[in-house]
């Protein structure tokens, strides 16, 4: 099993900046992908960014030029900063970890409890 802990959410102005984080623990092997994901009241769960080993990342057309991960290898940990934040980018932001089974072809994904970020003047 992996365990995903979240930090860093919380309530902000419109124009502001926050830094989620996200541990990793447990039964970890090869990671493939760890990233985030946010999801909307009302609205279905969308890829915000992820970092892929070798540390190619990818970012949602709504965040580029705002967010940048980041990734500790030593520590298992990744990282969001979000830099001029909207209103529409309320919502919570679940960590994901993407890796191989050993000895299989098999990915294990493994989800956060999620943080809320809420941006409102």
């Known amino acids: 099993q992996v365990q995903l802990v979240e930090s860093g959410g919380g309530l902000v102005q419109p124009g502001g900046s926050l830094r989620l984080s996200c541990a990793a623990s447990?039964?970890?092997?090869?990671?493939?992908?760890m990233g985030w994901y946010r999801q909307a009241p009302g609205k279905q769960r969308e890829l915000v960014a992820v970092?892929?080993?070798?540390?190619?990342?990818n970012y949602a057309d709504s965040v580029k030029g705002r967010f940048t991960i980041s990734r500790d290898n030593a520590k298992n940990t990744v990282y969001l900063q979000m830099n001029s934040l909207k209103p529409e980018d309320t919502a919570v932001y679940y960590c994901?970890?993407?890796?191989?089974?050993?000895?299989?072809?098999?990915?294990?994904?493994?989800w956060g409890q999620g943080t809320q970020v809420t941006v409102s003047s």
């Open positions: 994901n970890l993407d890796q191989m089974v050993p000895g299989t072809r098999l990915v294990q994904r493994s």
């Open positions: 447990g039964k970890i092997f090869s990671i493939n992908a």
């Open positions: 970092i892929i080993s070798g540390d190619s990342t």
